[in-house]
């Protein structure tokens, strides 16, 4: 092991812990873990860097470069093709990675001078992401047979990501000590093991006791803690729930839809604010740290764009009869 990687492994070790400090999850640092890593691997292959004080902007101009010419699955092929270079938001994520763990090892004094304070991020091109219509989402709870174990549960989960905007983590891990159907209230854990109580609608609450009341039981073949469990586990996982999501939008019709859990976040983000809802109270329910986070996560709908720009629009002042 050379300098580069012993000084590289205990300064991960002292970030975990940091990170642990902060109630951040094993995920999140395994996440961080990874791209550093890939990055301190570039860096030896250059070769005359021995500590983080040799690496200044040019080298992570050079990685940035790197990333951006890089294939996705480098060793993966389909039909012959690769399948093409990392994303642009891919690219920036590490950037920022590298950027975030450089201001951790100045605060703890590991370096003298943080050189990528003002190093900016790779611009990510402007996106407008895919929403459900509500004609669009009926056709997909119209898909789902309920009257079953099996879909009530389905039902259900569906019906809360789409009520309030739940992460497909925060769903699968609610428990029944969590749920209060008095209050139509549910206690979540969200990013960063931090808690959150969010509430449903009546409508879900109905669905809610109806599945506890009549479909849960047949779907545990041990006592699970969990409301949402499965046949072979104490709850039902993430990868089930998202194939099972492709499968319904089959069903229901919706080609030309990338159907995923995360479209129903946003789906109920987008017409949250289409309604009229605050984006203060949005921030809160999405659970976001940050109002900036909120602001680029959410987008008015076209015909709530152009419905605004007909009633504010000077032109309709000035050929008024």
Not at 49 to 65: L, M, P, Q
Request: charged share 25%; net charge positive; glycine share 6%.
């Amino acid at each position: 092991m050379n300098s580069l990687d012993a000084s590289l492994d205990n300064l991960l070790i002292q970030y975990r812990l940091s990170l642990e400090a902060a109630n951040r999850s094993p995920k999140t640092f395994q996440g961080y873990s990874d791209i550093l890593r890939r990055f301190f691997d570039f860096l030896k292959k250059k070769g005359h860097i021995n500590s983080v004080s040799d690496i200044g902007k040019e080298e992570v101009r050079a990685y940035t470069k790197s990333l951006q010419n890089a294939k996705r699955w480098p060793n993966r092929t389909q039909n012959g093709e690769d399948q093409g270079k990392l994303s642009p938001v891919t690219v920036q994520d590490h950037v920022r990675t590298i950027k975030v763990f450089w201001g951790w090892l100045f605060d703890n004094g590991y370096i003298e001078k943080n050189i990528l304070v003002k190093y900016p991020l790779p611009k990510v091109p402007k996106i407008i992401l895919v929403t459900l219509t509500i004609e669009q989402i009926k056709l997909f709870f119209k898909a789902i047979d309920s009257s079953t174990s099996v879909g009530a549960r389905n039902y259900c989960i569906i019906l809360l990501m789409i009520d309030n905007g739940m992460r497909i983590s925060e769903v699968v891990g609610i428990q029944i000590v969590d749920l209060d159907l008095t209050r139509c209230r549910v206690k979540i854990i969200g990013k960063g093991q931090k808690e959150n109580i969010v509430s449903f609608t009546k409508i879900t609450r109905k669905e809610l006791i109806k599945y506890t009341k009549h479909h849960r039981e047949n779907l545990c073949k041990f006592e699970s803690p969990y409301l949402f469990p499965a046949s072979d586990s104490d709850h039902v996982s993430i990868k089930s729930i998202q194939q099972t999501i492709k499968r319904i939008a089959q069903k229901a019709g919706l080609s030309g839809i990338k159907c995923h859990a995360h479209l129903f976040r946003h789906t109920f983000a987008t017409m949250f604010l289409a309604k009229g809802g605050d984006v203060m109270v949005l921030k809160e329910i999405l659970g976001h740290e940050s109002i900036q986070t909120t602001q680029k996560y959410v987008h008015l709908l076209p015909e709530e764009l152009q419905k605004q720009h007909w009633k504010y629009s000077p032109v309709e002042d000035l050929f008024k009869q």
